[in-house]
């Protein structure tokens, strides 16, 4: 499966963005049966969990860090997922990926993935 996500740029303190995750590919069935999530990596940091949503979208997690500011929601039809970043801060600069678990619930770790996206860019400037 081949995910590519989309929606980054440049914005401003406290403005919003949203993000895309688009799945496609032979093996693209398998993903609306599988958990999917947002990570983030920082220059010199690690990748980090961001938001995971359950395979119908009954469940979701986030990480502290971005609860309550950034929803996570699906479109199985579509086999997308998005990411409503809103408030944004200059600690939320970082390539985006999305991904794909290998179960129908989110984890907040990176083994718990399958499948990557190649990434997309936020930068919010202050």
């Known amino acids: 499966v081949q995910l590519q996500a989309s929606g980054g740029g440049l914005v401003q303190v406290g403005e919003s963005l949203r993000l895309s995750c688009a799945a496609s590919?032979?093996?693209?069935?398998?993903?609306?049966?599988?958990?999917m999530g947002w990570f983030r990596q920082a220059p010199g940091k690690e990748r980090e969990f961001v938001a995971g949503?359950?395979?119908?979208?009954?469940?979701?997690s986030y990480s502290n860090s971005v609860k309550g500011r950034f929803t996570i929601s699906r479109d199985r039809a579509k086999n997308t997922i998005y990411l409503q970043m809103n408030s944004l801060k200059p600690d939320d600069t970082a390539v985006y990926y999305c991904?794909?678990?290998?179960?129908?619930?989110?984890?907040?770790?990176?083994?718990?993935?399958?499948?990557w996206g190649q990434g997309t860019q936020v930068t919010v400037s202050s």
């Open positions: 949503i359950s395979w119908n979208g009954g469940i979701t």
């Open positions: 590919g032979r093996t693209v069935s398998t993903v609306s049966n599988n958990g």
């Open positions: 991904a794909v678990a290998r179960s129908a619930v989110p984890s907040s770790a990176n083994n718990s993935y399958r499948s």
